[in-house]
Each structure stands twice: as C-alpha cells, then as structure tokens.
C-alpha cells in the first residue's frame, strides 16, 4: 500500500501511513481504521490502476508490555 503511485509517479510512503494513523482517535476500530487508510490511499492514486495486492494489519497493543 505505501508503495501506491499518483499520475506523477509520487510513492504513498510510509509517512502518509503514519499521518493517517496519528489523525485517527485512539480507539478507533481496526475495520474502520483500515477503511480510513484505504480511503486516503484511493484519494492519492486518483484512478490510477492498482500496480500490486494490498495487504492492511492494524494491531492494537492493550496494557502495558511486560519485559
């Protein structure tokens, strides 16, 4: 997904990833945390044919990591 190219051949990227993320509430859902990404990415590529598979995993960490 972050490798999903505009007309002017402009990748996604891992930052706009990120952006996505931080500007989702905290608890949001992962389903609807992955249609928001989806959504930004369609409104990147604008039409642009898909040039490989999309893969999305949203993981939520609960409590604290014990080490």
Do not use: K, W
Request: charged share 30%; hydrophobic share 35%; net charge negative.
């Amino acid at each position: 997904m972050s490798e999903a190219s505009n007309a002017e051949g402009t990748e996604f990227g891992d930052e706009r990833i990120l952006e996505c993320v931080q500007a989702s509430p905290r608890d949001i859902e992962p389903g609807e945390l992955v249609t928001q990404v989806m959504t930004a990415v369609r409104d990147f590529t604008v039409g642009e044919p898909q040039g490989d598979d999309i893969t999305v995993l949203v993981v939520r960490c609960r409590g604290e990591a014990q080490i």
